[in-house]
T-cell receptor, first 115, second 111 residues
Framework: EPEVTQTPSHQVTQMGQEVILRCVPISNHLYFYWYRQILGQKVEFLVS????????KSEIFDDQFSVERPDGSNFTLKIRSTKLEDSAMYFC?????????????FGDGTRLSIL | DAKTTQPPSMDCAEGRAANLPCNHS???????VYWYRQIHSQGPQYIIHGLKNNETNEMASLIITEDRKSSTLILPHATLRDTAVYYC????????????FGSGTKLNVKP
């Protein structure tokens, strides 16, 4: 069964450094999402992306964050200058365009640790 | 999006059916009910979704009451690997709509 894959599984970065989290969505999916989950807390929406542009973003997704679909298969989340509070699990999700009720499918996440 | 209410935790014996309830009394007519689960910090895993009819797939069954104000996810023969946090989410079929994850129900399957 096709799945969303995320790399790396664990990223350790010094505070203030830039980090790029990578995702390969399911191949025929056109809607893409990033969520995050701080340890012990709820899964929170960050951003949705369709047709090469952001369709919606949360208040968490400030100017330090950006997303990109650099080619036909990858979807990336960049954090420009990481802060300690960016430490979290980051989940990528994708959805088919065959009906707006279709579910999102999630990857297993990247654990981001900011030192 | 309609708010959902789930018990914080439930226990189930291995091999028995696990019945996880969800209350969504303010659900609107076009809002779907989705169930996901999260096994120990893995990504949320889609289980099933429905609008008003009962649904069944290889993982579970979803029973939605006639007034749609509540639903039950049924895992027919729970195994230890079904131990996870189960999320009930209600949202309309909007193309860009994100999922709001609440606190869910921690299901503990015991031998």
């Amino acid at each position: 069964e096709p799945e969303v894959t995320q790399t790396p599984s664990h990223q350790v970065t010094q505070m203030g450094q830039e980090v790029i989290l990578r995702c390969v969505p399911i191949s025929n999916h056109l809607y893409f999402y990033w969520y995050r989950q701080i340890l012990g807390q709820k899964v929170e929406f960050l951003v949705s992306f369709y047709n090469n542009e952001i369709s919606e973003k949360s208040e968490i997704f400030d100017d330090q964050f950006s997303v990109e679909r650099p080619d036909g298969s990858n979807f990336t989340l960049k954090i420009r200058s990481t802060k300690l509070e960016d430490s979290a699990m980051y989940f990528c999700a994708s959805r088919t365009d065959r009906g707006s009720n279709q579910p999102q499918h999630f990857g297993d996440g990247t654990r981001l640790s900011i030192l | 999006d309609a708010k959902t209410t789930q018990p914080p935790s439930m226990d189930c014996a291995e091999g028995r059916a696990a019945n996880l309830p969800c209350n969504h009394s303010t659900i609107s007519g076009n809002e779907y009910v989705y169930w996901y689960r999260q096994i120990h910090s893995q990504g949320p895993q889609y289980i099933i979704h429905g609008l008003k009819n009962n649904e069944t797939n290889e993982m579970a069954s979803l029973i939605i009451t006639e007034d749609r104000k509540s639903s039950t996810l049924i895992l027919p023969h729970a195994t230890l690997r079904d131990t996870a946090v189960y999320y009930c989410i209600v949202r309309p079929p909007n193309d860009f709509n994100k999922f709001y994850f609440g606190s869910g129900t921690k299901l503990n399957v015991k031998p």
